[in-house]
């Protein structure tokens, strides 16, 4: 009889452990379903709360908001409308136009330097100016060109600002130094106006340049023709150093495209853009995309 109240009470102790047992599991199952409840709850708000830091502490370059974009700082899949207009009045002007000059013939072209300090301007006829942005427009150097036709079609700035070269419809390229202290450049007469000769000293009246570029060096110079080729004249060798028959008609945009001066694009009166590489010359084949 004892022994059978012994094992009754063992049996009701293990049944209360049990029942204990289970007791102990609810709160932390209850504990488990609250924190994912409530993390569930809060994470959107902690998300919102990134996307108000990120727009108040929006970076101050195009770089940065980029960056932040790709990393998902943003607060979203792509820029705000906050930071479309921010981005957009970095890089397009919101002041003018105003006049810099009054000058008797037409302007053709015009570029800045790559400091922004510098505008050139070339005007129909034999005229190039060189204006100081930091001085209140003020003339840096007026260029009275050497064998121009009809008018300067293209004009480049050297990598260093020293150098000018200008281009007309003719096969010669100029190189002028419009760092020097006189303020009048007459080609020849008080300044010497190197010429580089695309022909080889073969007469071609047709022959015409539409685009001139430095290289990112200042060591070579790419023009694009009338007679639908691109030149690249070697400086210091003094000479043509790479002639390719490029597009069907006029060649009226030519630049190298990065520091190697082994890839350059063209575009064309054919309706086409191309991209060369010189590493692989071999006629109309070098190209690599159009």
Request: proline share 2%; charged share 25%; hydrophobic share 35%.
């Amino acid at each position: 009889m004892q022994g059978r109240m012994r094992g009754a009470r063992r049996s009701a102790r293990g049944e209360s452990s049990r029942k204990a047992a289970g007791r102990e599991v609810e709160p932390f199952t209850l504990c488990g379903e609250m924190s994912h409840l409530t993390r569930a709850t809060s994470e959107p708000c902690r998300r919102a709360r990134g996307a108000a830091f990120a727009r108040r502490a929006r970076p101050f370059s195009a770089y940065e908001l980029v960056s932040a974009r790709e990393a998902g700082r943003a607060g979203g899949a792509g820029f705000s409308a906050a930071d479309r207009a921010y981005l957009g009045r970095q890089h397009i002007p919101t002041k003018g136009p105003w006049g810099v000059d009054d000058v008797e013939s037409e302007a053709y072209v015009s570029q800045f330097s790559a400091d922004g300090s510098l505008l050139i301007a070339g005007f129909r006829g034999s005229r190039i100016r060189v204006y100081d942005a930091e001085k209140g427009w003020k003339i840096h150097k007026d260029i009275s060109c050497r064998s121009v036709h009809w008018t300067v079609s293209d004009i480049a700035l050297s990598p260093d600002q020293r150098f000018l070269a200008y281009a007309s419809l003719t096969p010669i390229v100029h190189i002028v130094n419009v760092q020097n202290a006189g303020k009048e450049s007459h080609a020849n007469i008080t300044e010497i106006h190197e010429g580089l000769d695309l022909t080889g000293g073969d007469e071609d009246e047709d022959f015409g340049i539409f685009s001139v570029k430095f290289s990112k060096d200042g060591k070579e110079v790419v023009v694009g023709n009338n007679e639908k080729s691109i030149y690249v004249y070697d400086l210091s060798a003094n000479k043509v150093s790479a002639r390719i028959r490029a597009h069907k008609a006029d060649v009226n945009a030519v630049t190298f495209a990065d520091e190697t001066g082994n890839v350059l694009y063209s575009g064309s009166d054919d309706s086409l853009c191309k991209v060369w590489d010189r590493r692989c010359l071999s006629g109309e084949k070098s190209a690599v995309a159009q």
